[in-house]
């Protein structure tokens, strides 16, 4: 008689109360079997039959959850013992798979995201972030840990470098073998839901960076899957000519193929679906769309964009309210362009029109070179007339590394605690939580911390210590720029106004606001300059009372600033710099002030 399976739909390997249903895509397999730890390690007991399409399947009802299992893929004389590409769980990234059932109890049903206007992100490394012990890795248990210190910050929003299972026990994650299994090390698929309900419980959102430009490439069991490739790639999986060629290695997956297409789209979907995730960052979205990224002639790879113009509009048509961003740094609206228009959908997209002049203008050694106009267009710059469609850094896991230190260490190498060095950085911080933009702090970097990111090295949270003030002064400016109050609503606006405007001086005054005529403005001055001014005047629009609500230079900030009095704001109704009122205030040097309308202000 002819054996049969229960009828369970999925891929991997399902759990049922009648035992387990194991599925698994090898279109080249001559035979299929499944061995485990509950049939010990039988390589003949469970054969899978073979259904349409190139799949297999079967029913084993004594596995149950917690097994340890492989396939074995018979193609002709090849024997290859395979782990399962669906696999949520390893012994270890060149071990086993484990029949994994997410039974948890979210206790997070009331969380709702953010509106996108009112996010501030939070990226940081599990592995890093809170390390006890030098020798050990950090796990999603100790970034618990840290939760109501990140609420007391302020952050909304933390999104958390990729932790599917990587070769080893300590990585940035961006070299993932096994795509659908959480980073063991790290605690596992319950420890990384578990972590991510404490976020929800405290009101912070989680977005989660995955990796679809290339797999692998060591520890990797999907290379050559079925025993089938050609050009000696990377089979069923990959591409398998010139195409599959990566910087990190040659395992570009094969978008062409349908079930490739699939296996990616169902990996997006369980993060979401599955560990409740608010949105998803795409690594090296370039090199997805082009052969080479996207440099110079490249070849375009109209089946990449295909794919994620697919996840976006299932993830949008779903969960409207889930933040789909792509690392894309090319600077092309297409990207976050709406699909119906023919883009590729991405909520928000990571922004090299702002980082790379805001960071070389702080960094620049003396004053006369800092680029004013550089930095106007860096913050004027918005995709597709929407200026939330950015995200806004002066800091990332890839600018302060390869090469690249923190802020205030490439400002004074050896000496970033110096007075030029937190002044400036600080700058820069207040400059990204005032432009428009979706704004982005890299861990540690609200406690001027100076090391370069390594995997190896955990943050150093004595810094904290030794910052406690420029901690307390981003908080401030998170506060200004999250709160709910009338007076601080323009930092969430569209509209941005340039309204003074000194190359000379180095000085830069811009308006934020929800309202075309900047009714409501938040008015920003940045001093790039060491130059300390008195009785400065700048013109303001439609407002003619407004209060400082935000020094940088305050002293309870740090020791180090100045004593400079900037607490008068004389408000004259005399027409200046082209608006209907003029400002004058005192201007410490590397300084940022923050000035909001007063309530019930005519």
């Not at 570009?252 to 349908?258: A, L």
């Not at 030794?466 to 930092?491: A, N, Y």
Request: glycine fraction near 8%.
């Amino acid at each position: 008689m002819e054996k049969t399976i229960e009828k369970v739909e999925g891929m991997g390997a399902i759990v049922s109360k009648k035992g387990t249903t194991f599925r698994v895509w090898a279109p080249h397999a001559d035979k299929v079997f499944v061995t485990g730890s509950f049939n010990n390690w039988n390589d003949s007991e469970n054969p899978l039959i073979k259904e349409d399409n190139g799949y297999w399947a079967t029913s084993v009802k004594k596995a149950k959850e917690g097994d340890e299992y492989k396939f074995i893929i018979h193609n002709g004389e090849q024997i290859l013992y395979r782990n399962d590409p669906y696999a949520k769980e390893m012994t270890n990234s060149n071990g086993n798979s484990l029949i994994t059932n997410l039974d948890f109890e979210w206790e997070d049903h009331d969380f709702k995201m953010k509106p996108w206007n009112h996010l501030v992100i939070y990226e940081l490394h599990v592995g890093t972030f809170n390390r006890i012990h030098e020798d050990q890795v950090a796990t999603f248990e100790n970034v618990i840990e840290k939760i109501p210190y990140l609420k007391e910050l302020g952050i909304n929003c933390v999104e958390i470098l990729p932790i599917a299972e990587f070769a080893g026990g300590i990585s940035w994650g961006y070299n993932p073998s096994h795509p659908f299994a959480i980073e063991r090390d790290y605690g596992g698929p319950k420890a990384f839901a578990r972590m991510v309900n404490e976020f929800h419980k405290a009101d912070i959102a989680v977005i989660l960076d995955v990796v679809y430009n290339h797999f692998g490439p060591s520890d990797m069991d999907l290379w050559q899957f079925d025993g089938w490739s050609e050009n000696e790639k990377g089979g069923i999986y990959f591409y398998n000519d010139h195409r599959s060629t990566t910087p990190w290695g040659d395992s570009r997956p094969d978008y062409g193929r349908e079930e490739v297409r699939q296996y990616i789209r169902d990996n997006a979907l369980m993060w979401i679906e599955d560990y409740h995730c608010d949105g998803l960052r795409m690594d090296a979205t370039s090199f997805i769309r082009y052969e080479g990224g996207g440099m110079g002639y490249d070849s375009e790879i109209p089946e990449g964009n295909r794919l994620m113009r697919d996840i976006n509009a299932e993830i949008q048509a779903k969960y409207p309210e889930k933040l789909t961003i792509a690392e894309d740094l090319k600077g092309h609206d297409l990207v976050t362009l709406n699909i119906d228009y023919g883009g590729i959908g991405y909520g928000s997209q990571w922004d090299m029109h702002f980082v790379h002049p805001v960071r070389k203008i702080l960094i620049e050694q003396g004053d006369e070179y800092r680029d004013l106009q550089s930095l106007v267009d860096a913050i004027l710059f918005k995709y597709n007339d929407d200026v939330f469609e950015r995200i806004i850094y002066t800091e990332s896991h890839d600018e302060v590394a390869n090469g690249k230190a923190r802020v205030p260490e490439e400002i004074e190498p050896g000496n970033a605690d110096s007075y030029f060095g937190k002044k400036r950085a600080i700058l820069g911080i207040a400059i990204t939580l005032t432009s428009p933009g979706i704004p982005m702090l890299f861990q540690g970097q609200e406690f001027i911390e100076d090391e370069y990111f390594q995997d190896s090295q955990p943050l150093d949270w004595e810094q904290k210590e030794k910052h406690t003030g420029i901690t307390k002064m981003v908080k401030d400016l998170i506060r200004l720029r999250t709160e709910e109050k009338f007076e601080t609503q323009g930092l969430k606006g569209q509209f941005t106004k340039i309204l003074h405007y000194n190359e000379h001086n180095k000085v830069l005054i811009y308006a934020r606001s929800t309202k075309e005529d900047f009714t409501d403005s938040t008015i920003i001055l940045i001093n790039l300059s060491n130059i300390s001014y008195e009785n400065y005047s700048f013109g303001i629009p439609y407002q003619n009372q407004y209060q400082l609500v935000f020094n940088s230079d305050w002293k309870g900030y740090d020791e180090e600033f100045t004593e400079m009095k900037v607490n008068s704001i004389i408000i004259e109704n005399v027409n200046y710099d082209n608006e209907p009122h003029k400002a004058t205030t005192n201007l410490p040097a590397y300084t940022a002030l923050i000035l909001t309308p007063k309530v019930n202000a005519t």
